[in-house]
């Protein structure tokens, strides 16, 4: 094991939902910045109030991770009202941008874009939120054609069953039992980052028979984090199943789904939420995730860590058990 594997890789602020990437060959990672205060946790996530963003980076998995400071802060995107989330980022033409959901001024979750020429910003936000945007935990894939895709969406405080009309209802039913499902969204975005090129999909995740996975199957129903990735020509829709904690993922032809499940990545770690990205650094692949260890188990004060991960051949991911080395 590295010396930093399954380490929280800074201990000055709490940090979680790590999106990592290789931009230039640094590794960059796109973490929330978790409130450091005591509150009671409620199933809204009142306990995430994140104000700023500060993007962390390592110039090998050996090597020190450095906080670069406030990449953006609440106060200065136009949109938003409160509760910067789970960020991600990308690389196009040249730029660097931040996308990031958080609440707007009426209390809805909503997509942001933000641009600067630096990984580590600081970010110039859009004005506006990504029109047809809503809900929590965009994470972005930049296809081998140059196609950007936006993955997004989270159950409970993520808002996203206030959405089945097609309009805001936070009095909507939740699915539960033998309903189907719901997926994350999937959209395209425009290659200058300004917009999606359509309304936002769901996409469906489909059990080893080819039905819908169910709401009642907690074990393996989306809840919120999806990451994408790519592994000798397929997508891999990974996610976190909330409730019971696991880390899991789904295989696909095409980058909108629909995609079969396949298995667990992780078991649960220390704190409520799981959240994770996955990447490959020269060569070998590499699971970024968070846990409440460095504040001992609270919820909302989380660390993020890296771990090596397995994937074979046949594109089937080994299970991770967090702590396993620790026996
Ligand atoms: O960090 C706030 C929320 O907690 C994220 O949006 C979820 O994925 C969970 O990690």
């Not at 846990?291 to 991770?320: F, P, W």
Request: charged share 30%; aromatic share 14%; hydrophobic share 30%.
């Amino acid at each position: 094991m590295r010396k930093n594997e399954r380490k929280p890789l800074v201990t000055n602020i709490y940090t979680a939902d790590p999106s990592a990437h290789v931009f230039d060959g640094k590794i960059y990672i796109y973490p929330s910045h978790d409130f450091d205060w005591d509150c009671p946790e409620d199933d809204d996530g009142e306990q995430y109030k994140m104000e700023d963003y500060h993007i962390l980076s390592m110039d090998n998995l050996d090597s020190k991770c450095v906080d670069n400071g406030v990449a953006l802060h609440e106060k200065d995107v136009p949109w938003v009202g409160r509760q910067l989330w789970a960020p991600d980022a990308v690389k196009v033409n040249g730029k660097y941008y931040l996308v990031f959901p958080a609440k707007d001024k009426d209390e809805i979750f909503r997509i942001g874009v933000a641009e600067s020429d630096s990984p580590v910003g600081p970010f110039k936000p859009q004005e506006n939120y990504i029109q047809g945007s809503y809900s929590i935990d965009p994470a972005v894939l930049l296809d081998d054609d140059g196609r950007i895709y936006c993955y997004n969406g989270g159950l409970w405080g993520g808002q996203l069953e206030m959405w089945q009309s097609g309009k805001f209802n936070p009095d909507e039913r939740r699915p539960e039992g033998k309903d189907k499902s719901l997926g994350p969204l999937f959209a395209e975005f425009t290659q200058d980052m300004t917009a999606f090129k359509e309304a936002p999909k769901m996409i469906e995740i489909l059990d080893e028979n080819g039905d819908p996975i169910t709401a009642g199957d907690e074990d393996r129903r989306y809840f919120e984090d999806p990451w994408m990735h790519k592994f000798n020509g397929k997508y891999y829709l990974s996610y976190s199943t909330g409730t019971t904690h696991y880390l899991v993922y789904a295989e696909g032809d095409n980058p909108a789904g629909p995609f079969t499940y396949k298995g667990r990545i992780m078991e649960p770690v220390i704190g409520w939420t799981t959240h994770h990205s996955i990447v490959q650094i020269d060569g070998d692949w590499y699971l970024f995730y968070h846990d409440a260890e460095l504040s001992k188990g609270i919820s909302h004060k989380r660390c993020v860590k890296y771990t090596k991960l397995t994937i074979n051949e046949d594109g089937t991911i080994e299970t991770i058990i967090p702590y396993d080395h620790e026996k």
